[in-house]
């Protein structure tokens, strides 16, 4: 599960937000009101959903990453939106993840003696419309 954080400015709205709330900073509150936000079935006194935590709202709060979705959910409970306060250094621009750099990713546009794996790899993905294909090997082979 990606993380983000708070920007600086987003840091300091989201205190002023959560003094206005009028909740004392270690109430079990926010972390009931996550815990449905993350997870719809959630109910009163089963263990936080996943990503909720004492730790987590802590870290929140100082502006460290933390799992996406409990940022998303302390936000809504802090009647802010999350893309308004997060620090876009810690996503993408589809706004979830952390961008890989593939940097010295080999040239594959060149296969030798593979026309049919080739084949059966463009029908397995234009003809069969295969959502997930595994290609395992040593690299250059």
Do not use: H
């Not at 409970?77 to 979830?96: C, F, H, K, P, Y």
């Amino acid at each position: 599960m990606p993380s983000i954080r708070a920007s600086k400015q987003g840091k300091a709205k989201l205190l002023q937000a959560r003094k206005e709330k009028g909740w004392v900073r270690d109430s079990p509150q926010w972390l009931e009101e996550a815990s449905q936000l993350v997870d719809p079935n959630w109910r009163k006194g089963a263990p936080y959903a996943y990503g909720v935590s004492y730790g987590t709202w802590a870290s929140f709060l100082a502006g460290k990453a933390i799992n996406a979705s409990a940022f998303k959910a302390y936000c809504r409970i802090l009647g802010m939106d999350w893309e308004e306060i997060v620090d876009r250094s810690s996503v993408t621009a589809a706004g979830s993840e952390r961008q890989c750099d593939w940097g010295e990713a080999p040239d594959s546009s060149v296969f030798y003696g593979r026309d049919r794996e080739l084949q059966t790899l463009e029908r397995w993905i234009v003809a069969d419309q295969c959502r997930l294909i595994a290609l395992l090997g040593m690299g250059g082979l």
